[in-house]
């Protein structure tokens, strides 16, 4: 819907011989009505954490190659819960229109395809739609240097 000033509604009453007062009147409604209300505060923004929701079909995280999607929860809840939020997710997406005719059966169809603001609405925000691998370290830094000398100048 295109958008006209308040100004040049007022000369074009004025073009066709309105009353002075309607027109104040008219005027002094249409400026309200455009005037941002001020009493509203903004929300304060939710502080979040990340987690990686690390996919594991087989049962076998101590050992080899995995993949994970990195999610956003409030702060102040549990990194437990984090999965439950999917779910639910997913539970409100497969009763809409679109969900009936193509479900979300798994996590990864879930995140993948499901809009976000079905994650909003959980209080879950999806960092990576596609899945990343995850590696692994045992959060030790070696004392001797075994990586290549880098070849600098040379080209």
Known sequence: MPKIDTNQVAEILKRNDIDPALLRQIIEEMNLAVQPEVDREPEPAVKKQFVILVSDPEGKIASGEFAGWVLQIPEDASVTGALDRVHKAAYEFNTTKKGRMMPAKSV????????????????????????????????????????????????
């Not at 879950?124 to 070849?151: H, Y």
């Open 108 to 155: 990864a169809d879930a995140l993948e395809n499901i809009a976000a603001k079905h994650f909003k609405e959980q209080h879950v925000w999806v960092k990576t739609k596609t899945p990343v691998f995850v590696v692994t370290t045992d959060n030790a830094i070696p004392m001797e240097r075994t990586a290549k000398k880098s070849v600098r100048g040379r080209l």
